[in-house]
């Protein structure tokens, strides 16, 4: 790391060898037209294509390319802890390789920052290239995780920002394994704004965020910062409960006081299925919680880096990076 760097760019990737070299390209003119220092630190998050190689090629040609390699994939928002683990800089931007978010907006949020705002967010007021299903659910998640939480995660942001020094500091202060960054910063607080924009379709490669990864990116937001689901399920399970012991005493009445009974076995077990669908559903949140808190107890890192390039070694840089994740 560099003492004394303005920016930090921080670059998680996953098997973008179509695309790397483009974006940094793309950011290199950009970085240099602000006159400042700058690193772009490039997160290689377990890529099986040729990733690393052709950012390893960008290391050895400009000294402020940074290769920080993992052992192994370990996600999206552990590759981003992981760069502003090894950022220097005096702010911190994060960005995506896959060009959806434009790097020329960095000099807009770079000017906010001037103005005294601690973090600067990129707010989509448009999606290209993405399905309906994909924008209405977007949308729908945004929405739903505000109202089930107190803390004011602003809709329509990704994790594409700036972040004041002090800021990524409290970030990286956080350990916690399921991480959802943006929910943290929020979290954080600080004075925050943003910056409006156009989300362009990927440059080249595919999504890296399919349908199974964003419900897991989504449990992990909810579990993290809500604990409304555990209550819901107990005010779900008392009302439950009460309609049973209702039905219970109408079922005893009708048999010792009248000459009717209930009858219909096909609607007793529906009835019967639903019950035990809600109660599965039920346990199934429940153990979301457990799953979390089990892996929190463990103690491992949240990583490991089988290699860091352009780095140095002996340096009081080198001895924060040991200490935020694993060296093999």
Known sequence: MQKGCFLSVVVPMYNEEEVIEVTYRRLKTVLDKLGETYEIVFVNDGSRDRTADIVRSLCAEDRRVKLVEFSRNFGHQIAVTAGMDHAS??????????????PELIADMVAKWREGYDVVYGKRIERKGESWFKKLTAAAFYRL????????????????????????????????????????????????????YVRDERFAGETKYPLRKMIRLSLDAMTSFSTRPLKIASVLGFVLSAVGFVYLFVVLYQRLFTDTTMQGWTSMIAISLLFHGITLSLLGVLGEYIGRTYEESKGRPLYLVAEAVNFGEGTEASREKEAAGTIL
């Open 89 to 102: 800089g005096r702010t911190v931007v994060l960005i995506d390789a896959d060009l959806q978010d434009p």
């Open 145 to 196: 995780l505000r109202s089930m939480t107190s803390v004011n995660i602003p809709v329509d942001t990704g994790d594409f920002r700036l972040m004041d020094r002090k800021v990524c500091d409290a970030l990286t202060s956080m350990r916690e394994r399921s991480r959802f960054i943006r929910g943290l910063v929020s979290w954080a607080g600080f004075k925050q704004t943003s910056v409006d």
